[in-house]
RNA sequence: GGAUCCAUGGCUCAGUUGGUUAGAGCGUCUCGUUUACAUCGAGAAGGUCGUAGGUUCGAAUCCUACUGGAUCCACCA
């Protein structure tokens, strides 16, 4: 052995050599051992990995490996995502970059185009989940837009419409006029901003607005039931100037009677707050900007015009009428694309709904039955104060980068035919032949909230029935919302049972000073080189280490080095044990001649059962500093400095200790005890050696 | 406005059924070191655990209020 660690040499062959031995495919039950599951939440294919992605491969390699190493039949599915928006945002840069646009290409023309772009960088992606070490089982691999995965989201889409779970809903919808589609309210950036505030006459009342543009499509004028001072004109008519069409005044306790005036123009077809005021009050909805962003329907000169052009004509205009009382300045929140930051245009548009509250029911019920346990409590309050308050779920993206909706609207009746993907040969109603599909795709969440019992399903023969419900979900509070809900959600309704059974929510990796970390602040650590630099066990210990998993971590260079040179110390340790010429093999047995023998001996003993408590309770912090603490303070500080002038009395026990050390560390740094496991001659992979047992001992 | 969380040595954090002297890594200081490792070893300094009350034989830990901070959701015409 060297006198150094060079992770470099080892790494990528050991790799090769777990991989081959098919230790990553869950064995088949020999005895009714109760299988180890976890699907890993699937990173983007067509990006590489960032350091979170890394975070939670450390994770989760550590629960896999611990379990696979108890000898039970252990499973780690992977797979990629094809995230739609995020994904068709990229390539659509790319275009454009090439000087062209998606409208440059037919439907089935870009999404042939963008597939290939994916498959391009798919293998990036996976090939560095195997850099940092993921033992999981790539002959399961699963990619979100596998046909069979396909046909299952189809089946559950059928399913839910059948149950009458899914309904074609008016809803208004931030939509941006530039991408052409409708982002979810979790997918707007709000952004603070000056405007003004334009305060018109409208005849028996004066009305505060920053969108002047929009009162061609005003069909009320609404003020609060508590303000004393419009009581009277309550059932009365306001004037919509320019156009002299008049609209009754309302009330509804929406309107906040200290802002502006305290009356509100309601603009049901672009505000969503007059949607909802428009909505409790049967009002009709006057729409008078169009998809694009333009003028439509409204007197003639304004027509065609975008909407912030047609502000600034309007205003002017209100001006010269007379009708403009005063203008103020407002700091207020507006909400904008997230991904190019422009205004969005609420607008009203017949989507795909799912009635909620029937799933949500189950999954609050799930969780009260301890069905579903989240390891920390935080994030079960988290979880249960989103399901109940979860609206309706908006499923339809505007989007080419997706499945698209199986849902065909006959052009002789306009009633909706859904399938389970098939081309419906009639209307389901007016058995019309002539169909035409819905040009939406199903929101990413949608499918990816199938995606524990779907990759199961269409995996091996009796995976569903041997691994479903599978035992951890790990993934980031970010997305504990949008995908670990979704996933109960659909999962109690497609299969009758929880998709887990238990819950592991990890924190952000922020930067050395806590800092969240982004590609602005140039704060970003890459994963890739760090493991080159450090070596994987190096990072994947950084990354465990210190911080608790629930919590966000402070990841510095530093750290990782610290955990480089305890890699080299665990080395050397190695190297004074196997240096001695009495050195041997497969002696397990130990004989303890003295006092520091029994004391390292009943170290250990504590070591092991601290660390396979802490494990047990998804405390990878406590666990690794356990066995770090003994390994270094205790095994190399004091024994082996104690035993050093009776090296060969001790051998016995210097094997032992070792032996049972590589077992308890290899779930945090495979590498390096694989390599040392066999530098002492081993001829087994330790990735498949029993854990040391606890059970055995008494308390 | 609603929700969740955090506040512990210079920095980043542990301390989860309330129980001796509050721990670790990094940093600082002192000393040592020709073979397992200088990617090292021995030792030291450094904390009235945000503030004020309360519960208790006993509180970093439980309760209340306050102060400061983080994140998420909603809304702001």
């Excluded at 924190?507 to 590609?519: N, P, Q």
């Excluded at 650590?525 to 998993?549: C, F, H, Q, T």
Aim: proline share 5%; with cysteine.
């Amino acid at each position: 052995m060297e006198p150094q660690y060079n992770h470099k040499l080892f790494e990528s062959e050991i790799y090769k050599k777990w991989e081959k031995s098919g230790a990553f495919s869950p064995h088949p039950t020999t005895h009714n051992s109760h299988p180890f599951t976890i699907i890993m939440p699937p990173p983007n294919a067509n990006d590489p990995l960032h350091i979170g992605h890394a975070r939670f491969v450390a994770i989760e390699d550590v629960l896999i490996r611990y379990h696979r190493m108890k000898g039970e039949p252990t499973l780690w599915l992977p797979g990629s995502d094809h995230a739609g928006i995020e994904t068709q945002y990229v390539f659509e840069k790319k275009l454009s970059k090439e000087g062209k646009s998606r409208f440059n290409y037919e439907r089935d023309t870009l999404y042939k185009m963008i597939w290939d772009y994916v498959q391009e960088n798919t293998g990036v992606m996976e090939n560095q989940l195997k850099v940092l070490g993921a033992s999981c089982d790539w002959s399961r691999f699963k990619f979100t837009l596998d046909p069979e995965m396909v046909k299952i989201v189809y089946g559950t889409f059928k399913n839910l419409y059948d149950d009458g779970l899914v309904y074609r809903g008016e809803r208004i919808v931030n939509h941006c006029p530039r991408c052409g589609t409708a982002y979810s309210q979790m997918e707007v950036d709000s952004v603070e901003r000056d405007d003004n505030l334009y305060y018109l006459d409208y005849g028996t009342i004066t009305i505060a607005t920053t969108r002047p543009e929009t009162i061609f499509a005003d069909v009320a004028v609404a003020v609060n039931p508590k303000d004393e001072k419009y009581k009277k004109l309550i059932g009365l008519y306001a004037t919509i100037p320019l156009i002299n069409r008049t609209v009754p005044v309302i009330e509804d306790n929406l309107v906040d009677e200290a802002f502006g005036t305290g009356a509100l123009k309601i603009t049901p077809a672009h505000d969503a707050t007059d949607f909802e005021i428009g909505q409790s009050h049967k009002l009709p909805l006057i729409s008078v900007i169009d998809e694009k962003g333009r003028m439509t329907g409204t007197p003639e000169k304004y027509i065609g015009m975008k909407a912030l052009a047609a502000r600034e004509e309007v205003v002017k205009d209100l001006e010269a009428a007379g009708k403009l009382v005063k203008v103020e300045k407002i700091h207020h929140l507006v909400g904008t694309c997230y991904r190019d930051h422009g205004n969005l245009e609420p607008t009203v548009s017949k989507q795909w709904f799912i009635k909620v509250e029937p799933l949500t029911k189950k999954v609050l019920l799930a969780i009260k039955n301890k069905d579903v346990r989240f390891a920390a409590k935080k994030y079960e309050k988290i979880a249960i104060h989103w399901l109940k308050n979860l609206k309706d779920w908006n499923i339809s993206r505007q989007i080419v980068w997706g499945m698209r909706i199986p849902a065909y609207r006959c052009e002789k009746c306009m009633e909706w035919t859904i399938t389970n993907g098939q081309i419906p040969k009639e209307c389901s109603s007016c058995q019309n032949g002539i169909l035409s599909q819905d040009p939406d795709t199903f929101d990413t969440w949608f499918s990816s909230g199938q995606w524990p019992f779907a990759t199961l399903k269409t995996g091996e023969k009796g995976d569903f029935n041997n691994f479903y419900p599978t035992s951890v979900m790990e993934t980031a509070y970010d997305i504990l919302p949008f995908w670990v809900i979704r996933m109960l959600m659909l999962g109690i309704y497609s299969t009758g049972k929880v998709p887990f059974e238990n819950v592991l929510i990890h924190g952000l990796v922020r930067d050395k000073e806590g800092l969240k970390i982004s590609k602005s602040k140039g704060n970003v650590i890459d994963p890739i080189d760090m493991a080159e630099k450090y070596g994987s066990d190096a990072l994947r210990m950084g990354l465990i280490w210190g911080e608790l998993v629930e919590s966000d971590i402070a990841l510095s260079e530093d750290k990782i080095n610290g955990q480089r040179r305890f890699a080299n110390k665990v080395w050397n340790v190695a190297r004074f044990v196997t240096q001695n010429s009495q050195y041997k093999v497969h002696s397990t047995k130990y004989i303890a001649k003295n006092e520091d023998d029994k004391w390292i001996l009943d170290e250990l003993k504590k070591t092991t059962h601290e660390v396979t408590r802490a494990l047990d309770k998804y405390r990878l912090n406590e666990a690794a500093k356990e066995i770090y603490e003994f390994i270094w303070n205790k095994f190399a500080d004091r024994y082996i400095e104690k035993v050093k002038d009776r090296r060969e009395e001790a051998q016995t026990v210097l094997n032992y200790i070792l032996d049972s050390t590589l077992r308890l560390l290899h779930p945090f740094m495979p590498f390096l005890t694989e390599q040392i496991w066999k530098e002492m001659g081993q001829n087994e992979l330790l990735i498949v050696a029993a854990w040391p047992l606890t059970s055995k001992w008494p308390k």
